[in-house]
């Protein structure tokens, strides 16, 4: 892995690496996914953002929607998704 690749502009950019598609699904491009030797790392970077965790949230009431989460388990869920945002950026506001 060159330093090349890291400087690439979609690096990190959740838009970009993991975008939303027009069934309401994010979905990685081909172009990433094929033929980026830094795929992993770029998207690691992309979730570690605050839209990152957005997605996770995302996730969470997809799941509930489908009937695979219960009211519990979503509880729980959102709680951890909200302690990784106080922690990582601070304050106690919705990530959204």
């Not at 330093?3 to 970009?16: A, Y």
Request: charge should be positive; aromatic fraction near 10%; hydrophobic fraction near 30%.
């Amino acid at each position: 892995m060159s330093s090349e690749d890291e400087t690439k502009e979609c690096f990190g950019n959740l838009d970009k690496v993991f975008p939303m598609t027009d069934q309401g699904l994010r979905q990685t491009p081909d172009d990433c996914f094929y033929y980026c030797p830094v795929k992993t790392r770029c998207l690691q970077q992309a979730m570690a953002t605050k839209d990152g965790l957005q997605v996770e949230e995302e996730l969470i009431e997809r799941g509930v929607g489908a009937g695979v989460i219960t009211f519990f388990e979503r509880w729980s869920r959102k709680k951890q998704v909200h302690r990784k945002s106080k922690l990582k950026f601070g304050g106690t506001h919705e990530i959204r």
